[in-house]
């Protein structure tokens, strides 16, 4: 079973994250081994795609690594406006409970991009299909963080 770019960018990580992987042949015989069927080309653009880079590690030795911001990319206030412009269709409010409504299989997006974003008042999220609920700061409150994300989102708060 060959795995596409994303599944293989995804395994890589976390072998990076948990493995001492010193050489692309290693970490291509490891990606052979689970199936992802890849070749040196293939692992070294891969690298290179998600930023990895080499580090010594406590042992002194030079393994490959995906800086910390790198694996997980914050996403900037206008990257996360017109993700919610795009997907946010209702925003509503109760104590420090925010909802958002997407169109169906859409709320992972969301919540994906809230979870990286800038905005500190966001304890968590959690996504179904249709719905994020956000989880704000109690100091900051729900109905800021709200007003907040129905302004980012280009839409009334209910």
């Known amino acids: 079973m060959a795995l596409n770019r994303t599944q293989r960018h995804f395994k890589i990580i976390n072998l990076l994250a948990e493995n001492v992987i010193t050489s692309q042949v290693q970490l291509m015989e490891i990606l052979n081994e689970i199936g992802a069927e890849v070749t040196q080309a293939t692992v070294s653009r891969d690298l290179e795609e998600l930023g990895a880079i080499k580090i010594r590690t406590k042992d002194n030795v030079s393994a490959y690594a995906i ?12 990257h996360l406006s017109r993700v919610l412009g795009d997907w946010v269709g209702e925003v509503k409010v109760s104590n420090n409970l925010v909802v958002l409504k997407t ?36 100091k900051y409150g729900g109905r800021k963080l709200a007003s907040d994300l ?9």
């Open 103 to 138: 169109p169906p299989g859409s709320a992972h997006v969301v919540a994906s991009a809230l979870d990286r974003s800038v905005i500190e008042n966001i304890v968590g999220t959690v996504a179904g299909d249709d719905t994020v609920l956000v989880i704000a700061d109690e």
């Open 67 to 78: 800086p910390e911001n790198i694996a997980s990319p914050v996403v900037t206030n206008d």
């Open 150 to 158: 129905a302004r980012l989102s280009q839409v009334e708060l209910s």
